[in-house]
């Protein structure tokens, strides 16, 4: 299987995953010399919580994936990929998340997707849902899944 691009979705929760999904996505890409798309979805309130968060000046083009850009998790992931040579972009996206993971995963005909997530067990999935699980379950290529260490 030939990889020219994957797709890694980076969460607000995945701060403690940070190295566990640049480390895959490093592996999964580097060898192959594909482009890696970090991709961030917010919520609406999120969005707009971290856009006053990073204190924007008044000509700066905010966009989300301009928010994206400047979040941390997705700068750490990006300075862990830069670092072992790996190529990537960064997009952001204001929505439900894995409706948007999925969609960047159809834009960018990805070959790969790595989406990250807490261990939760079968009970606390059909209670809360899981955004991973609907990705999984939807995704238009191979998924691979990093759980918390």
Aim: include cysteine.
């Amino acid at each position: 299987m030939t990889l020219d691009t994957v797709v890694v979705a980076v969460g607000d929760d995945d701060d403690a995953r940070t190295a566990s999904v640049a480390r895959t996505a490093i592996d999964v890409a580097g060898p192959a010399g594909a482009t890696v798309r970090l991709v961030h979805v917010f919520s609406e309130d999120r969005y707009e919580s971290v856009k006053r968060q990073l204190e924007f000046g008044p000509d700066d083009e905010v966009t989300p994936d301009a928010v994206a850009k400047r979040h941390a998790t997705i700068r750490e992931v990006g300075s862990l990929l830069a670092e072992a040579g790996v190529d990537y972009a960064w997009h952001g996206a204001v929505g439900e998340t894995s409706e948007q993971v999925l969609a960047f995963a159809e834009e960018f005909d990805a070959d790969m997707l790595i989406v990250g997530g807490r261990g939760r067990s079968a009970a606390g999935k059909a209670v809360f849902g899981s955004t991973a699980q609907k990705i999984l379950s939807n995704a238009p290529c191979p998924v691979t899944y990093v759980r918390q260490p």
